[in-house]
C-alpha cells in the first residue's frame, strides 16, 4: 500500500473464506446464519467447485462491500448485530501446506477476494443426522430416510482436510453413525490440525478414548443438558445419565493422561438452556466446577419448541417458576466456585448471554389460537415457520418482505425434497445407519 493510497476497511465476517458447513444431506454453506438453505450440494457438485462457485464468491463479493443483505445474511446474525463480526483468525501454527493455506486464505480475505486460491480453513460437518438418542429440543426429524453425506462426499471432505486448520464433526451422534467412523478412521490430521467433535458422550468408552489418542489436538463439546437423572433422561431420551456422567469423567481423565503425552485435549460441556433445564443452571456450575472444566451456555432455538422455548414465548417462560431465582442461583454457584477454577469467565460469560436472552422481548401464544392453528398446520415446524414469521416481524425489525420471501424459498424446497424422495425408507433402514452399542 502507497502512503496515498487509503487504507482498506476491514471486513467484518471471515466465514466465506474462512469456513465451509457441510450437513447430512450434501447442502454446502458458508456459516450457520445465513438465509440460504445452501450454496450449493455435494450431490451435484464436488466441494471444490462449491467452494469457487457462483454463490461463493457473489457472498464475499458483498459481505466485502458491507452489503449483508444481498450477501443473504440473516439479520439476527450474532456477529452482524452486536458489531463484533467475526473477526479472522490469528495463525495456527502446523504443518507447511496447513500454514500457507492460511495465509493465502488471510491474504484473500483482506482483500476481499471472490476468487479463492486456497481452500477451507475450517470444515463443520455433519456426516449423517443418524444418532441414538432423540433429544427433546433436536432439530433433527429423525423420520426415515436419515441422510448422510454419500461416500464420494467423506472421500472430498478427506481429500481437503489435509488443509485445513481445524475439522469439527457434529452432526447425528458422531462416534455411533458410520460415515464419522469411516472419517475417523482414514483421516490422517496435518501436524496443528485440530479435530472437534460435538458429542452426547454415549459410546466414550476406553476402546473409543484409545483410537482418540491418534489426533494430539482435540476440542471436544459434550453435550448434557441436565444435571440431576431425573432432569437428563426427560431431555435427551434413550440416554442414561450414569453412563454419559461416567463416560464424562472417563474423557476428563484420559486428556490428563494424553497431556503427559504432549497432547492438547480441551473438553468442556454444552448445555442447550431451555424451560425444563431452567431450574438445573446451579447444579450444571457446580457440576463443572467440581470436574474443572467449562460449561458453555446456549439458548434452545426453534420457534416450534413452543412448550421449551423460553426465550420466545412468555408463557413458557413463567411456567419454569421463579426464573429470576434460578438464574441467581447459577450465578452464587459460581461464586462458591473453588478458587482455583479456571473457566469461571466462561461460564459466567454464558450465563450473562442467557440473562441477555431472557431479557429480549417474548410473544405469547393464546391456547385457543394455537389449537385453532394446529388444525390448520398440522405440521409443528410449520406452525413454528408462522410464529418465527410474525416474531421477527414485531420483535426483530426484518421487514414483512424479506420473511415472507425467505419463507418461500424454504417451503418451496422442502416440497421439492418431498416430491424427489424417491422410494421409501423404513425405520429398518434408519436404524441400520447407527452402530449398535457394543
Ligand atoms: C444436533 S447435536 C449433534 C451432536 C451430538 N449428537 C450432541 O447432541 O452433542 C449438536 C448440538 O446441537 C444442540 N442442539 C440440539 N437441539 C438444539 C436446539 N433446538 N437448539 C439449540 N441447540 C440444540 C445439541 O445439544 C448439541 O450440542
Ligand atoms: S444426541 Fe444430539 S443429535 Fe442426538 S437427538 Fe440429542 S441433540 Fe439430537
Not at 482435540?218 to 450414569?242: A, H, L, N, Q
Not at 469461571?344 to 389449537?371: C, H
Not at 420483535?395 to 424459498?409: D, M, Q, R, S
Request: hydrophobic share 40%; aromatic share 10%.
Amino acid at each position: 500500500m502507497t502512503m496515498n493510497e487509503p487504507a482498506k476497511p476491514t471486513i467484518p465476517c471471515k466465514f466465506p473464506w474462512d469456513s465451509a458447513y457441510i450437513s447430512p444431506n450434501g447442502d454446502v454453506r458458508h456459516c450457520c446464519s445465513t438465509n440460504l438453505n445452501r450454496i450449493g450440494t455435494l450431490k451435484e457438485n464436488t466441494l471444490e467447485e462449491i467452494w469457487n462457485g457462483p454463490l461463493y464468491q457473489k457472498i464475499r463479493k458483498h459481505v466485502a462491500a458491507g452489503e449483508f443483505d444481498k450477501a443473504f445474511c440473516s439479520p439476527t446474525c450474532e456477529g452482524l448485530r452486536s458489531g463484533e463480526g467475526y473477526p479472522w483468525s490469528p495463525l495456527q501454527k502446523g504443518a507447511p501446506a496447513m500454514e500457507a493455506n492460511q495465509r493465502r486464505g488471510e491474504e484473500n480475505f483482506r482483500r476481499g477476494a471472490e476468487h479463492a486460491d486456497h481452500l477451507p480453513l475450517h470444515l463443520c460437518v455433519e456426516f449423517s443426522d443418524a444418532c441414538n438418542f432423540r433429544c427433546v429440543m433436536c432439530l433433527y426429524d429423525f423420520i426415515p430416510p436419515y441422510n448422510s453425506v454419500p461416500k464420494d462426499g467423506v472421500d472430498q471432505v478427506l481429500k481437503m482436510a489435509k488443509y485445513a486448520n481445524r475439522v469439527a464433526l457434529m452432526g447425528g451422534e458422531v462416534f455411533a453413525n458410520k460415515p464419522d467412523l469411516r472419517f475417523l478412521s482414514e483421516y490422517d490430521p496435518p501436524e496443528g490440525g485440530r479435530m472437534g467433535f460435538i458429542t452426547n458422550a454415549s459410546r466414550l468408552d476406553d476402546a473409543m478414548l484409545e483410537f482418540l489418542t491418534k489426533f494430539k489436538r482435540i476440542d471436544m463439546t459434550i453435550s448434557i443438558d441436565g444435571f440431576t437423572k431425573e432432569t437428563f433422561e426427560k431431555i435427551r431420551v434413550r440416554g442414561r445419565f450414569e453412563l454419559v456422567d461416567a463416560n464424562i469423567r472417563r474423557m476428563v481423565a484420559k486428556s490428563h493422561e494424553v497431556a503427559a503425552l504432549g497432547h492438547a485435549w480441551n473438553v468442556r460441556l454444552g448445555t442447550v438452556v431451555m424451560r425444563s433445564n431452567l431450574a438445573d443452571l446451579a447444579n450444571a456450575v457446580r457440576y463443572a466446577a467440581a470436574l474443572g472444566i467449562a460449561v458453555e451456555f446456549g439458548p434452545v432455538k426453534g420457534f416450534h419448541l413452543i412448550d421449551e422455548n423460553i426465550f420466545i414465548y412468555q408463557d413458557t417462560l413463567e411456567a419454569t417458576g421463579d426464573w429470576r431465582g434460578h438464574m441467581a442461583a447459577a450465578h452464587k454457584a459460581l461464586e462458591e466456585a473453588p478458587a482455583d477454577y479456571a473457566h469461571k469467565d466462561v461460564v459466567a460469560r454464558g450465563l450473562n448471554l442467557i440473562q441477555e436472552y431472557l431479557d429480549r422481548p417474548k410473544m405469547r401464544v393464546y391456547p385457543g389460537l394455537r389449537a385453532a392453528l394446529k388444525r390448520l398446520i398440522r405440521s409443528d415446524k410449520d406452525l413454528g415457520h408462522v410464529f418465527g414469521l410474525y416474531f421477527d416481524w414485531r420483535h426483530e425489525g426484518v421487514p414483512l418482505t424479506t420473511t415472507v420471501h425467505y419463507a418461500t424459498i424454504k417451503v418451496m424446497r422442502r416440497l421439492s425434497r418431498k416430491l424427489a424422495l424417491g422410494p421409501k425408507r423404513t425405520l429398518a433402514h434408519a436404524e441400520a445407519d447407527v452402530v449398535p452399542a457394543p
